[in-house]
């Protein structure tokens, strides 16, 4: 059953219990007031009977039967009864007895009753006279009250019939136009497949449940497009970045070997092939860190990572291997809460990500000092990363961050030119941003921003 019939048949069904229980209040009143009504009708015919009887004792039993059948109109099956102290019949025959003598005492000890006897009602009386003390029974039929009755049954009932059905064609309609946007949003979904993951869906106002959903596919389908781009990535360049050098190494030692070469020749040919093998090195390390990133798309889990404490560790990190006061970090500004300085994010990615622009900012300066920023406050973190290298040209600062790409002014420097490619997608990953400052000659200037207007939980 789709959600729209769903939704309209829950709508209906609640609908129906609460009118089933409006109407049912509606008639259990009507009917406590009908019969409460012909009681009070048949009590005054009790009393009107007292009157007539006990109280005219000048007027003979015939005259006032022909009073009251003249001035009294008869109700359906009416009976009224009067009997003395000894329970018998008085004023008005009765040869067959029409209540028996418990009902008579009852109504002896309770001085006032009423009770039904099938659809007919009765009243007793208990009334005091000069005569002696009787008991009045009247007893009749309310006909019309139960016709009233009937006939309200009809009307709620096909009342009832014709309001729940409009209901169920309201509901639904109302559940169509709100599933509406969710109809939009599984309609764009269905245009998604692997060659057009840059597509998005809709988000509309943000506001409400549906809006959630697009924008949380719209985050996977941002993950699921960054790891089939560095899939991608990974089987087309690394073939090409690997036999570069193992050709380069090949052909080398083929012609060392094509004849005698002497000590400085073979010397050569060696210092050749190491360097080689180190650009070799360092593109299979730039592809294992590929790999890793490329993993941690699709498998790491999140944990809250606290940036402070992470620029702390690559301090040490960095101190160590290079030597004290070439890493230098200051604090600009912290916010008051220390889950304001944490992200949801894999911890050994950040530092591959932070550790590759730090690494670059020591090769492209010749291992002098390096100085790293932290700005936070409860909106967003910024971390700054200085250094006074040879700088990137600006017609080439937009490219840094594209797979195996190298400046122009580095070519003579090692490296692989796939470390900003991972940085940028790790951080990209993290809903970070990172900006590139540089002027050639005067350093490089890397600015990495995350928002954190949400706490990490």
């Not at 291992?367 to 920023?373: G, L, P």
């Amino acid at each position: 059953m789709k959600i729209r019939n769903r939704l309209a048949l829950y709508f209906t069904i609640i609908s129906a219990v609460i009118l089933l229980i409006a109407l049912s209040v509606i008639f259990i009143t009507f009917n406590s007031f009908a019969k409460a009504d012909f009681y009070s009708r048949l009590v005054d015919r009790a009393k009107v009977a007292a009157q007539l009887y006990l109280e005219a004792d000048e007027i003979s039993p015939d005259s006032l039967n022909r009073v009251r059948e003249r001035y009294l109109k008869q109700l359906p099956g009416e009976v009224t009864r009067i009997y003395n102290d000894k329970n018998a019949a008085s004023f008005i025959k009765d040869r067959q007895q029409y209540w028996r003598s418990n009902v008579i005492d009852m109504v002896r000890k309770r001085k006032d009753v009423e009770f039904a006897e099938g659809r007919r009602q009765t009243v007793g009386i208990y009334y005091y006279d000069n005569q002696g003390n009787f008991v009045i029974l009247t007893s009749a039929e309310d006909i019309q009250g139960h016709r009233r009755i009937d006939d309200l049954i009809e009307i709620m009932l096909a009342m009832f019939i014709l309001v729940i059905t409009g209901l169920f064609f309201i509901g639904r309609w109302f559940a169509k136009k709100s599933l509406e946007p969710l109809d939009d949003v599984v309609g764009e979904m269905q245009l998604v497949n692997s060659r057009n993951l840059s597509f998005r869906v809709n988000e509309g106002n943000g506001k409400d449940e549906i809006s959630v959903l697009a924008q949380n596919f719209n985050r996977l389908l941002k993950h699921l497009e960054n790891a089939f781009e560095m899939q991608q990535t990974y089987v087309t360049n690394a073939s090409h970045e690997l036999k570069t050098p193992v050709t380069s190494i090949i052909g080398e030692i083929e012609v060392a070997l094509h004849k005698a070469r002497s000590n400085d020749e073979y010397e050569r040919v060696l210092r050749s092939v190491l360097i080689d093998a180190e650009d070799l090195n360092e593109t299979i390390a730039g592809l294992m860190e590929l790999a890793q990133v490329d993993m941690g798309y699709t498998q790491a889990a999140l944990d809250p990572v606290a940036i402070d404490e992470l620029i702390w560790e690559l301090a040490d990190y960095w101190t160590n291997k290079l030597g004290k006061g070439l890493f230098a970090v200051s604090i600009k500004h912290l916010p008051a809460d220390p889950e304001r300085l944490q992200i949801p994010a894999n911890k050994a990615l950040l530092a591959i990500a932070f550790n590759n622009i730090i690494g670059n900012a020591y090769k492209f300066s010749d291992n002098q000092r390096v100085q790293c920023d932290l700005y936070a406050d409860n909106s967003q973190m910024v971390v700054t990363i200085i250094d006074s290298g040879i700088g990137i040209p600006v017609d080439e600062q937009e490219r840094v961050f594209e797979s195996f790409y190298r400046g122009t002014n580095v070519k003579s420097l090692p490296g692989s030119g796939i470390g900003l490619y991972i940085t940028g997608k790790i951080i990209q990953l993290y809903n970070g941003h990172i900006d590139v400052k540089s002027e050639p000659g005067n350093g490089t200037t890397v600015i990495i921003t995350f928002e954190t207007g949400e706490k990490v939980n």
